[in-house]
């Protein structure tokens, strides 16, 4: 993960920033657990944020919420098997 994409997504209010599979997951001002795909200026689609200048480079990001049965905190997400943790990721809130 760029540092600098880190930090600005920490700036941004999300804590607990980590990275896997491609995501950057934090959780929101109400410690809800947040995917953050981040990607390159180049993308376009509705609802994406544009981060600028971060680390040389332009980049912009999406938030979904994971769908949990019950609040789920970061470090318990992250000791999910990879399978788990793929298939978690896929899923999205309207």
């Given at each position: 993960m760029r540092k600098d994409l880190k930090e600005k997504m920490e700036y941004l209010g999300f804590k607990e920033v980590k990275e896997c599979n491609d995501f950057l997951f934090g959780l929101n001002e109400n410690n809800l657990l947040i995917r953050i795909m981040y990607i390159d200026r180049s993308y376009?689609?509705?609802?994406?944020?544009?981060?600028?200048?971060?680390?040389?480079?332009?980049?912009?990001?999406?938030?979904?919420?994971?769908?949990?049965?019950?609040?789920?905190?970061?470090?318990?997400?992250?000791?999910?098997?990879?399978?788990?943790?793929?298939?978690?990721?896929?899923?999205k809130l309207s």
């Open positions: 376009n689609a509705i609802n994406v944020n544009h981060l600028e200048h971060i680390d040389g480079h332009s980049y912009s990001y999406f938030i979904d919420k994971i769908n949990t049965e019950e609040e789920c905190n970061l470090e318990r997400y992250f000791k999910l098997n990879k399978e788990d943790l793929s298939f978690k990721s896929r899923l």
